[in-house]
């Protein structure tokens, strides 16, 4: 029986590697993007071509906007697992932050999501045992600062994650996420190299995080070796935060 995941964000630096992964592991996808399309496209072409027996299919929102979770919806026939890899950072400082940035962050990282699982939540109970995983971030656990409204809809999707999981248990749906510290993504490369020497500094294991790591964490969580975990935030970060 086909296996379909929806991966949101598929296009991004992290999300791109999770398709891959899960395609490896004998998921079919659900591949969401906004703008990407391109990118999209290639690694679409890329799965089908080394998984020819499996479905991969471009499903395009924009999160920014109210109704892009029904919008979405509309496409998905079979899901038995949401991975929800999609997002956008504001690198400011409070009293910088705008208005339509809050809006757009609330909309992009927590409304949406939510109202998509809700609306795809029937589709779930389907399945005797269904997943949702959220990519949150360290700074959903501890807070940045010149981050602070990221953080604020980081730590709101870890609290979705915890309450959510209690809510949906008895329907057989695990509800997880995983709190990436930095990791070598496209965004990521946008800093300096003083920038990332300070940060470096602060980690214990002096490294950067890959996104194939948060891939892996994924991979796992959608495997069955994970189904008595539920309500967890697990932390992938070189120890940068405990």
Request: glycine letters at 8%; hydrophobic letters at 45%; one cysteine or more.
């Amino acid at each position: 029986m086909t296996r379909f995941a929806l991966v949101l964000g598929a296009s991004g630096g992290i999300g791109e590697v999770i398709c891959k992964q899960l395609a490896k592991a004998g998921w079919s996808l659900y591949m969401h993007y906004n703008a990407n399309k391109n990118q999209l496209n290639l690694l679409r072409y890329e799965l089908e071509e080394n998984y020819p027996n499996q479905q991969f299919r471009s499903v395009q929102a924009d999160f920014r906007v109210e109704l892009a979770a029904e919008k979405l919806a509309g496409s998905i026939q079979s899901v038995q697992a949401i991975v929800v890899a999609n997002g956008q950072a504001v690198v400011k400082l409070l009293s910088e932050t705008s208005e339509k940035e809050m809006s757009e962050l609330w909309q992009v990282h927590v409304q949406n999501p939510a109202r998509l699982i809700a609306l795809l939540s029937e589709k779930l109970r389907k399945q005797d045992v269904s997943y949702i995983v959220f990519i949150g971030s360290i700074w959903g656990s501890t807070g940045s600062a010149g981050e602070v409204m990221y953080s604020a809809v980081k730590g709101a999707q870890h609290a979705f994650v915890k309450a959510y999981a209690k809510e949906s248990a008895f329907s057989g749906i695990r509800v997880n996420a995983i709190a990436p510290g930095w990791i070598d993504t496209r965004m990521n490369q946008e800093f300096s190299a003083e920038e990332r020497q300070m940060v470096l500094e602060q980690i214990p294991l002096l490294s950067v995080g890959t996104p194939q790591e948060i891939a892996n964490m994924v991979e796992f969580m959608l495997s069955g070796k994970a189904d008595y975990m539920t309500g967890e935030i697990i932390q992938i970060n070189g120890g940068w935060y405990m």
